[in-house]
């Protein structure tokens, strides 16, 4: 089975981190969620690739994003042949 190449650093109380992966759901593209307050380790990844505490940290092939920002996730989407256009 492949890994998704979209990954979604999330908690369960953040309305843009749901906003984003619902929006990846109506897409129709998989993701991979990683719960930042279970899972402490991805919290630490987030960190890392985005250089900053805020969520949601979206990683779509590389491509950093921080928050909900559709123009840029379409923009990545793309750029990286992830849509089911």
């Known amino acids: 089975m492949s890994t998704s190449q ?7 109380w953040c309305a843009f981190c749901h906003a984003a992966m619902d929006y990846f759901d109506k897409l129709g593209v998989a993701y991979t969620d990683k719960d ?3 899972t402490p380790e991805a919290g630490a ?4 690739k ?3 505490r805020g969520i949601p940290v979206i990683d779509i ?13 379409d923009a990545a989407l793309a750029k990286h042949n ?4």
Do not use: N, R
Not at 61 to 73: L, N, Y
Not at 82 to 85: N, Q, S
């Open 61 to 73: 092939a590389g491509d950093i994003i921080v928050g909900f920002d559709k123009p840029k996730i």
């Open 36 to 38: 930042v307050e279970k």
């Open 6 to 12: 979209i990954t979604v650093y999330s908690a369960t």
């Open 45 to 48: 990844e987030a960190v890392e």
């Open 50 to 52: 985005s250089g900053q």
């Open 82 to 85: 992830l849509t089911k256009a």
